[in-house]
């Protein structure tokens, strides 16, 4: 069974650094792109960014409003992903998801989502 | 950044009814088009990927339909366990992005 649960949200101070973790289960997350997507409260989704596979040389990319403050990571030895979020502003304020990539037919897209943890950015 | 514009924002429906919602993306998208089932309280669920094929454990009373810049999803019975809000996604190009979402509520 396929499952990711991610971890390490909270509340922390504007201008503050937050490391969510995402824990992969039930598949092998060394074959996958990986995503991380946000939900400010009462919110539509909102992309912050992919890594792509080792096959793809882990590269990233970012939505605008996070490029240069988020960095997305991985270790695939530990089944794990990672966001490390610096200089956090109110307006990340957010739920965020941890989400698998599917390749259907070299097409990589969302296709399993965690449960989501909650990031808080206030005074 | 391409822009996707679903309709209604929300919709009153009864158990049994057709529902129908459209998603408009701002230039062409071929199908790269996707759609997603959130509950309240819960993640998102992939349903529909390339705009029409249902992702696996998907029930056939979901179809989406559409190319290039109109698509559309039915539900074509509505079921109680479908009240929710669906969001349409382009992943044509980065950033990725998502239309506004559609709340589908009990009549």
């Known amino acids: 069974e396929v499952q990711l649960v991610e971890s390490g949200g909270g509340l922390v101070q504007p201008g503050g650094s937050l490391r969510l973790s995402c824990a992969a289960s039930g598949f092998t997350l060394s074959d996958h792109f990986m995503d991380w997507v946000r939900q400010a409260p009462g919110k539509g989704l909102e992309w912050v960014g992919r890594t792509r596979n080792k096959a793809n040389s882990y590269t990233t990319e970012y939505a605008a409003s996070v490029k240069d403050r988020f960095t997305i990571s991985r270790d695939d030895s530990k089944n794990s992903l990672y966001l490390q979020m610096n200089s956090l502003k109110t307006e990340d304020t957010a739920v965020y998801f941890c989400v698998r990539d599917g390749n259907y037919n070299g097409i990589h897209l969302l296709d399993f989502w965690g449960q989501g943890t909650l990031v808080t950015v206030s005074s | 950044d391409i822009q996707m514009t679903q309709s209604p924002s929300s919709l009153s429906a009864s158990v049994g009814d057709r529902v129908t919602i459209t998603c408009r993306a701002s230039?062409?998208?071929?199908?790269?088009l996707a759609w997603f089932q959130q509950k309240p309280g819960e993640a998102p669920k992939s349903l529909i990927y390339?705009?029409?094929s249902l992702h696996g454990g998907v029930p056939s009373k979901f179809s989406g339909s559409g190319s290039g810049t109109d698509f559309t999803l039915i539900i074509s019975s509505l079921q109680p366990e479908d009240f929710a809000t669906y969001y349409c996604e382009q992943y044509y190009t980065y950033p990725l992005t998502f239309g506004g979402g559609t709340k589908v509520e009990i009549k």
């Open positions: 230039q062409g998208i071929s199908n790269y």
């Open positions: 390339a705009a029409s």
